[in-house]
């Protein structure tokens, strides 16, 4: 008799398993991350659009029309604003946690910042 060429039942059902549960996984990050791509964004368009004279409360205004635009959870008040050699720096950090099933949850610390 040949060797036998194919995938065992066992192993199909397997790599199913594994391939479905990545694909879940990837289904629930994708949008956190998203919305941190987004805040991202926004800072650096508040930022470059901050003059040397803006003041702070003017700056959480600015970012809080960009997160109404992309319809961001994420408020202004979680922002820290601070200036670096007349420079407007804005930065943020904030955790996501995802539930995945029962009582397992996958926890993002997310970090960003307009410097560098």
């Known amino acids: 008799m040949k060797n036998q060429r194919g995938v065992a039942l066992s192993g199909l059902m397997f790599w199913s398993v594994v391939l479905i549960m990545v694909a879940v996984l990837g289904l629930k990050v994708a949008p956190t991350f998203i919305e941190y791509q987004k805040i991202l964004k926004d800072i650096k368009a508040t930022a470059a659009k901050a003059g040397p004279d803006s003041t702070v409360a003017d700056i959480r205004k600015s970012f809080d029309k960009f997160a109404d635009i992309d319809a961001l959870d994420f408020k202004s008040s979680q922002l820290d604003i601070t200036k670096d050699n007349g420079m407007v720096v804005i930065s943020f950090e904030y955790e996501k946690r995802i539930p995945l099933f029962w009582n397992v ?12």
């Open 105 to 116: 949850s996958l926890l993002i610390d997310y970090k960003g910042s307009t410097a560098g």
